[in-house]
């Protein structure tokens, strides 16, 4: 069997891809990423049979969240990492076995791989297509992939030490459902709106975790332009390694600039005390392919977001660090107590002329929650003064489909009584437009990354509470939303899980949907894709 994986936006055809993934990442990483996943289902398998306590599985619940984490789309090319991480699962799976007592245990569980030629020959069983129904694959690889996204979250809250033991147990739960054949669609549609509530749980856990530990993110400009020092430039989504890297980085004249997904980390207070601290650089993920070109210095990814590099020039200058991994790039590993060297990073940057200016001024975020909360009395002024007619949540991902070009319009288009309220990458799209404000209320409300959604699910709850409407759905509030990956499926699923309806989801639906799978999120939810700029909009004004 070739590969086949489905799991992001733009894969091919949108139904699938099977030759290479249009992520760029070959057959051979697609198997093991594959296999992977299977092993931790099957220790999945082995905690729920033999009734595990998961509050005693600490090592392994971290390398749990590591190894789905380390499957998401442009987290991880590097074949021989993922191998490597394969056995480690196995032998954890293993000893765990010895332990408890079980009995029928999936083969997920029991089988035996110990070169990548028997690992590829064993993914070529176990791939998303060998789940001979439809219906019950689009929901198996629909949980997974939430799952996925869930991981993620989970693992950032605790590189910062705050953890809910409740959600991993909830992960092995649905990841041991997946292979369960007894369970019939309504069941595994069932898990599906379980999988969303545990990530309201998940972002919840996160934005405590972020703000607890960075302070609540106030409302900040940004400079989009440059200095004249050598710099380092860091992108993904996990705090704690910009932490350490502005630590390590100071007094030592390079200066840090952070790339798409990794702009939001301006909006917290803690990182305002670095001096060199400079600015963002550059746009959403997939530009890098140029924008990498320009910078001139060494590039640390945190996490996902990585596009495959076209010249060994900048290939030479990326370094990764935990789930992140790229063949011929140098890995940052953590010690024992979560520090990280970032020296060798220095040390190159030192070494690198200072980025080439590609743009100037600055651009305004830091609209999550708590600072909403504090503009409320005026928000909730300008929507009754009808100042405010509505908002828009334009969410999600950004990616690389000429198609986007749609978000761009829309925002432009929107009428001059409306506001955006945006997280994640999508935000690219328009954050740069100067859509102006409304009575001093800036017309784009960018609430961070994209695990920041859920101040935007506060925000509309909050807002319900304020109007006392007994429905999110009466709200002024529209939902037209981009995805990309893994991470967007939890937080659509979430969305879905507190009663929003009415989302429209592009620019593409996703090709894991099945067709009797998207009938029923049609009916039940009124998910639907987008159409014309013009269109949409008359239909989300009416």
């Given amino acids: 069997m070739s590969m086949f994986c489905y799991q992001c936006q733009e894969t091919a055809g949108g139904k699938g891809c099977t030759v290479r993934g249009v992520c760029g990442k070959n057959e051979e990483v697609a198997k093991l990423q594959d ?47 993922i191998e490597k991480q394969i056995r480690k699962m196995i032998d954890i799976r293993d000893e765990m076995k010895k332990s408890v007592q079980t009995e029928n245990l999936h083969d997920a569980a029991v089988f035996a791989a110990d070169t990548r030629e028997s690992m590829l020959k064993k993914a070529d069983s176990i791939g998303i297509l060998s789940t001979q129904n ?17 991981a993620a979250y989970a693992e950032h809250a605790k590189n910062i030490g705050k953890e809910d033991k409740g959600i991993y147990a909830f992960i092995y739960e ?31 856990l996160l934005d405590e975790a972020n703000t607890s530990r960075f302070g609540n993110p106030e409302i900040t400009e940004v400079n989009i332009g440059v200095r004249k020092n050598p710099a380092i430039l860091i992108s993904g989504h996990d705090l704690t ?14 200066d840090v600039y952070t790339h798409s997904e ?24 997939w530009k890098q392919v140029e924008e990498f070109e320009s910078f001139r210095g060494p590039i640390l990814f945190t996490t996902n977001c990585i596009v495959p590099p076209k010249s060994e020039e900048v290939r030479s200058r990326i ?44 651009i305004v975020g830091g609209f999550a929650h708590n600072q909403v909360m504090a503009l409320a009395d005026k928000v909730v002024e300008a929507v009754k003064s009808g100042a405010i007619k509505k908002f828009f949540v334009m969410a999600g991902c950004d990616g690389r489909m000429k198609s986007r070009s749609y978000y761009t319009d829309f925002a432009l288009n929107l009428p001059k009584d409306t506001v955006i309220l945006t997280a994640g990458c999508a935000k690219y799209r ?27 699910a506060v925000i509309a709850l909050k807002l319900k509470e304020v109007f006392g409407l007994d429905d999110i759905n009466k709200l002024p509030i529209a939902f037209n939303i981009a995805w990309y990956e893994q991470k967007a499926v939890i937080v659509l699923l979430a969305l879905l899980y507190l009663g929003v309806k009415n989302i429209h989801l592009g620019p593409t639906l996703p090709g894991f949907l099945s067709p009797n799978v998207a009938k029923v999120l049609v009916e039940k939810f009124g998910i639907a894709g ?6 949409d909009i008359k239909l989300f004004m009416d």
């Fill in 430 to 456: 328009y954050n740069k437009l100067g859509l102006g404000d409304i009575g001093g209320i800036p017309r784009v409300f960018d609430a961070g990354q994209c695990n920041d959604s859920y101040s935007l």
């Fill in 174 to 204: 649905a990841l041991a459902a997946t292979l369960n054949d007894s369970l019939s669609a309504d069941d595994l549609f069932a898990l599906t709106m379980k999988t969303g509530e545990y990530g309201v749980k998940v972002m919840a």
């Fill in 262 to 285: 990794m702009l939001p980390a301006h909006y917290y207070p803690a990182f305002k005390k670095y001096d060199n601290f400079v600015g963002n650089y550059g746009n959403a993920w």
């Fill in 35 to 81: 296999l992977l996943v299977y092993t931790v289902k099957g220790i999945s398998d082995v905690v729920v049979k033999g009734k595990v306590d998961v509050e005693k599985l600490g090592y392994t619940n971290y390398e749990v969240l590591n190894s789905l984490f380390m499957t998401i789309t442009n987290a991880n090319f590097d074949g021989t990492s």
């Fill in 241 to 254: 390694d910009l932490e350490q890297l502005l630590e390590q980085t100071k007094g030592t004249g390079v």
């Fill in 319 to 362: 370094f990764t660090t935990g789930s992140a991994g790229f063949p011929g790039c140098r890995h940052i590993e953590v010690d024992a107590n979560g520090k990280k060297d970032f020296s060798e990073i220095i040390k190159l940057a030192k070494t690198l002329p200072a980025p080439d200016e590609i743009e100037t001024g600055s």
């Fill in 530 to 535: 987008i159409g014309t700029v013009e269109d």
């Fill in 134 to 150: 439809e219906d019950i694959r689009s929901l198996r690889e629909m949980i997974t992939y939430g799952i996925k996204g869930m």
